[in-house]
């Protein structure tokens, strides 16, 4: 049986080797709307899979479930997730936060949420990631939403310091065409996008992606839309006792990346860090007594 931490997607994805031809047929047809596309009858869905329906039956036994009612339960309480609004997540969780103090349901929470994203971040998206944003040759572009487009900003404000050919993409979509312009194939661009999804974020996604630029997504267990146009994706457990979501566990994974790109490239890095820590020096950005240090 799926455990309650996992999504349908992950599942599907887990055991994808495992199903037949025609099962993979219905899987990439749940995969390519999810997971809207598997909301609808099990009649409805074999057809619009090309598959029959004890196919697709069989499918979600083999998935774990008992039959159809549980798999699309499961997917009814993901689609519930997505849409909740803070005022909603607070209701429910204020009616069941134990009585211990907001520190400890907080520490327990993220604690849990660490445990669970690195249980099961593949190490590969994260070297892939790490060496895609680690190379001088590619322009990398950083965009977020009404939230996390501080994550954005946090990000490339480390990178712009690490190398060269960083770029800041506004959160009003309004500037996105001039950059989508400015993009050439093997360009990297990073997007931030977390439940309540934001519907531009998948527009943009789609015309980079044309361009052949290769995106990295940030998004939670649910996954954004723009999953679908991603190269290497950061499923992030992002629940937390509070109205809001929680961004602990998604810029833990940011720092981990600044750091793996700051490391491989530190020849290069050091030189840049102590010509910034000259103009710093020049323009009195900082109160420091005495000589700015040097990075050897």
Same mark, same amino acid.
């Given at each position: 049986?799926?455990?309650t931490?996992?999504?349908?997607?992950d599942?599907?994805?887990?055991?994808y080797?495992?199903?037949?031809?025609?099962?993979?047929q219905?899987a990439?047809?749940i995969?390519e709307?999810?997971?809207?596309?598997? &909301?609808g009858?099990?009649?409805?869905?074999?057809? =619009?899979?090309g598959v029959s329906?004890p196919t697709?039956a069989?499918?979600v036994q083999?998935?774990?479930?008992k039959?159809y009612?549980?798999?699309q339960s499961?997917?009814?309480?993901?689609?519930?997730?997505t849409? #909740? @609004?803070?005022i909603?997540?607070?209701?429910? !969780?204020?009616s069941n936060?134990?009585?211990?103090?907001i520190l400890n349901r907080f520490?327990?929470?993220i604690t849990? @949420?660490l445990r669970?994203t &690195?249980?099961d971040l593949d190490t590969?998206?994260?070297?892939?990631s790490? %060496?895609?944003?680690?190379d001088?040759?590619? #322009?990398?572009?950083?965009v977020?939403?009404?939230?996390?487009?501080? &994550?954005?900003?946090?990000?490339?404000?480390?990178m712009q310091?690490i190398?060269?050919?960083?770029t &800041?993409?506004?959160?009003n979509? =309004?500037? !996105?065409?001039?950059?989508v312009l400015? $993009? @050439?194939?093997?360009?990297v661009?990073?997007i931030f996008d977390i439940?309540?999804y934001?519907q531009?974020?998948?527009?943009?996604?789609?015309?980079?992606?044309?361009n052949g630029? *290769?995106?990295?997504?940030f998004?939670? *267990? !649910? /996954? #954004?839309?723009?999953?679908?146009?991603?190269?290497?994706?950061?499923? $992030?457990?992002?629940e937390a006792? #509070?109205?809001?979501?929680?961004s *602990?566990i998604?810029?833990?994974?940011?720092e %981990?990346?600044i750091?793996?790109?700051q490391?491989s490239? !530190?020849?290069?890095?050091?030189e840049?860090? @102590? /010509?910034l820590?000259?103009?710093?020096e020049?323009?009195?950005l900082?109160?420091r007594?005495?000589r700015q240090?040097r990075f050897e």
């Amino acid at each position: 049986m799926p455990t309650t931490a996992r999504t349908v997607s992950d599942v599907i994805r887990a055991r994808y080797e495992s199903l037949t031809r025609a099962e993979r047929q219905l899987a990439d047809r749940i995969l390519e709307n999810y997971p809207v596309s598997g &909301l609808g009858s099990i009649t409805t869905i074999a057809e =619009s899979a090309g598959v029959s329906t004890p196919t697709v039956a069989r499918m979600v036994q083999k998935l774990g479930y008992k039959g159809y009612p549980e798999f699309q339960s499961h997917l009814h309480q993901e689609l519930e997730a997505t849409l #909740s @609004n803070p005022i909603a997540k607070h209701d429910r !969780w204020a009616s069941n936060a134990p009585g211990t103090h907001i520190l400890n349901r907080f520490a327990d929470a993220i604690t849990g @949420n660490l445990r669970d994203t &690195l249980s099961d971040l593949d190490t590969r998206t994260f070297e892939g990631s790490a %060496a895609l944003l680690g190379d001088r040759s590619r #322009s990398i572009y950083f965009v977020g939403g009404r939230i996390t487009g501080a &994550l954005a900003e946090y990000f490339f404000t480390h990178m712009q310091v690490i190398r060269p050919k960083t770029t &800041l993409i506004s959160t009003n979509s =309004s500037s !996105w065409p001039q950059h989508v312009l400015n $993009m @050439n194939a093997g360009d990297v661009l990073v997007i931030f996008d977390i439940r309540r999804y934001e519907q531009e974020m998948a527009t943009l996604a789609e015309a980079a992606r044309a361009n052949g630029v *290769v995106i990295i997504l940030f998004t939670d *267990v !649910w /996954s #954004s839309p723009v999953a679908k146009h991603a190269e290497h994706i950061f499923k $992030m457990r992002i629940e937390a006792p #509070s109205a809001w979501d929680s961004s *602990v566990i998604t810029l833990f994974v940011v720092e %981990a990346l600044i750091e793996a790109v700051q490391s491989s490239t !530190w020849t290069e890095t050091r030189e840049r860090m @102590n /010509s910034l820590e000259g103009l710093f020096e020049r323009t009195r950005l900082f109160r420091r007594p005495g000589r700015q240090p040097r990075f050897e």
